[in-house]
C-alpha cells in the first residue's frame, strides 16, 4: 500500500549550477571534468601496463583534451549553425561552452589529431594509445552524460515507464507540454557506454588485440548503440529524409569503423611487441648510468680507494 505513493519517475535535479563565492559552479563542465579524470587514469594505467611511458600518456592527455574540446564544439555549431547564426541570433554565444553543446564525433577526431601528434613527437604508436585509450574515452562519454540530467537536456520521447525521467515545463519542447516524463537517454547512453567499456577490456584480455582494434571496436560499439539513442530524442535538430543528422553520423562511421577492424583482424593480427621507442639520449644517460652502477660495485683495487 505505501508503494503506490511513491514516485514511478526519476526526478531531476532542480538546478545545475551552484554559486560559490559569486563564481557560478556549473553541472555540466564538473561532469566532463570528472570524465576526463577517470579516462585519464584508466588510460594512463592501461598505456603503462602495455610498456609505454607515464609521460608520453600525460603528454597525450594535455594536447588531447583541449583539442577534442575545441573539435567538440567545432562540430556542434556546424550541425547546429540555426541556433547561432541568422535573424536574431548571437553568434557570440557560440563560444558558450557551459551552456551544453559538445558533439562526440568533433571530440574524437580533434583529439584523434592531438593524440597522433605527440605519437610521432615522442615515437609511439599512436594505434597503441588509442587502445590503451578507447575504454577509458568511452567511461569519460559516460559520465559526461549526467551533465545533460542536470540541464536537463536531450531527452527522449514521453514515457511512463517506471524509469522515465521527469523534466520541468520550461525544459519540454513545443508540442510536448502536456507530457511529464520522458525517456532518460542520458542514462541509456551512460550504461550502453558503460558495457562498451567492459567489452572493450574483456576483449583486449581474451584475444591479445592490437594495432588499432580495441579502439575500432570501440568505435564500431559505440556508434551502434547511439543510433538507436539518438532515433529515442526530441530535441529540434536538423534532419535530412526524416532521420536526424547523428542518425547518419553513426550509421556512417559505424560501416567505416566494421570495416576497418575486420581488415585489422585479417591484414595485422596480433599486438604491438613495442609501443615506444626510447629516446637516444636518454638510451646513452641510461647506459652511463649502467656502467657508473657496475664501477660502482667493482671491488676496489690495491691503493685505490679503501683507506
Known sequence: MVLSFLPLFIPSPSTGVWHIFGFPLR?????????????????????VARGGSQETLEMVVVVAIPFGIIGARIYHVITDYELYF?????????????????????????GALGAWLVARHRKASFLAIADASAPGIVIAQGIGRLGNWFNQELFGRPTTLPWGLEIAPQYRPAGFEQFGTFHPTFLYELVWNFAVALVLIWADRKFTLGRGKVFALYVVLYTFGRFWIEALRIDKVNELGGFRL??????IVFVAALIWLIWLVKNRPGRETAVEQCDPLDQRNSADDAGKSARSDRPPRSGEGGG
Do not use: D, F, Q
Open 86 to 110: 541568422g535573424p536574431g541570433k548571437h553568434p557570440i554565444e557560440a563560444l558558450y561552452i557551459w551552456r551544453g553543446g559538445l558533439g562526440i564525433w568533433g571530440a574524437v577526431a580533434l
Open 246 to 251: 547523428n542518425n547518419y553520423t553513426s550509421m
Open 27 to 47: 553541472a555540466y563542465a564538473l561532469c566532463i571534468m570528472a570524465g576526463i579524470i577517470v579516462a585519464m587514469i584508466i588510460s594512463s594505467r592501461r598505456w
